[in-house]
């Protein structure tokens, strides 16, 4: 079925071209990495970095979003600013050999006017900045009705280190439906691997992972990253007790790691809104676990003082 039927659900065109327009602004990652010329300024705080490949990225997926689907909203991490081309040069993502992305029933009936976008062009930009390249993603994040519905994650230095093998990959999901792009594996038996932030860790960060007793902490960038590890068998759970991530940070992650049979939610276990009005940050944490794991018991391990320190 081509991309431009329109007898193929809404969903699945949007995941279709969003995979198309995450690879694109990977290839504008790796261009201005390789040119070197970052061009960074300081956002919030010494830790809150902005490049230029995070500006020119969200100008590549929002302008070629908004193109083919004008009636979404659409919200970037970089701002209303990095949202629109001088140029008038908008990448096309009807160009590309769409991908066949099987949409649940619950959700072939969506109307654009529905769908809100939640648009991270590039996490982990501090690791992007200290050439901790594989740490770093694009994440498009689907939502309706306040739920992440599905989701992007484009890695674009995947296989970096691997001369001769296929650089950067794409992963999608659709809740109740598929993951696709990668081999899913469950992680391993009679251990408890955590993963967490290396860039933004605090007291009740480290107090939360010594609660749940890991065997083994993995102190790594972006939460693309983080969920990518849990996808791939290679951690059990995601803990974040701190207010730093953004609805941009978790609803493709979340989309396609529940897709996949896991759970992503606030430290407290309460589910993270997604609808357009929604504050941005996620204040009360991330805590997400891998298929087969019981989220509720990490929830119920996690301190009452560190869930009375994240306040809504
Ligand atoms: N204090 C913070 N300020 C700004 N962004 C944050 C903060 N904490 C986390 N983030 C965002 O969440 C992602 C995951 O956090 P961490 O790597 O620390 O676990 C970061 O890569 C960053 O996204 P981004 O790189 O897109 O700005
Ligand atoms: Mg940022
Ligand atoms: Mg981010
Ligand atoms: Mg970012």
């Known amino acids: 079925m081509s991309l431009a039927s329109h007898t193929t659900p809404l969903l699945s065109r949007i995941i279709s071209s969003s995979v198309a327009a995450a690879n694109q602004a990977g290839i504008i990652i790796r261009d201005i990495m390789k040119k070197g010329e970052l061009g960074i300024v300081q956002k919030e705080s010494a830790r809150d970095l902005q490049t230029e490949a995070d500006r020119a990225a969200q100008r590549c997926i929002i302008t070629s979003l908004n193109k083919h689907f004008p009636k979404m909203t659409i919200i970037g991490e970089e701002g209303e600013v990095e949202s629109s081309l001088a140029s008038g040069q908008v990448f096309d993502t009807s160009t590309h050999t769409p991908i066949n992305v099987t949409c649940p029933p619950t959700l072939t009936s969506l109307s654009e006017e529905e769908v809100v976008v939640w648009v991270d062009p590039l996490d982990g930009t501090a690791e992007y900045t200290q050439g901790l390249l594989d740490h770093v993603t694009v994440l498009i994040g689907i939502a309706s009705g306040g739920k992440a519905i599905g989701g992007v994650i484009h890695q674009p230095y995947y296989n970096y280190q691997n001369p001769g093998s296929a650089l950067g990959r794409t992963v999608w999901g659709v809740v109740g439906g598929e993951v696709g792009g990668m081999a899913m594996v469950k992680p391993p038996p009679g251990k408890l691997i955590v993963t967490t932030t290396r860039s933004h860790s605090s007291s009740t960060v ?50 396609i790691l529940e897709a996949a049979g896991g759970v992503l939610t606030d430290i407290k276990g309460i589910p993270i809104p997604y609808h357009a009005t929604a504050p941005h940050r996620n204040s009360t944490g991330v805590l997400a676990t891998a298929k087969g794991q019981d989220h509720g018991t990490f929830v119920d391990k996690i301190p009452s003082h560190v869930k009375d320190n994240l306040k809504a």
Request: net charge positive; proline share 6%; with cysteine.
């Open 206 to 255: 480290n107090d939360a992972i010594t609660s749940v007793s890991p065997t083994e902490v993995l102190r790594v960038g972006g939460a693309g990253h983080k969920v990518m590890l849990l996808l791939e068998g290679r951690a059990h759970v995601y803990i974040f007790a701190s207010p730093g991530c953004k609805k941009w940070d978790t609803c493709a992650p979340q989309a």
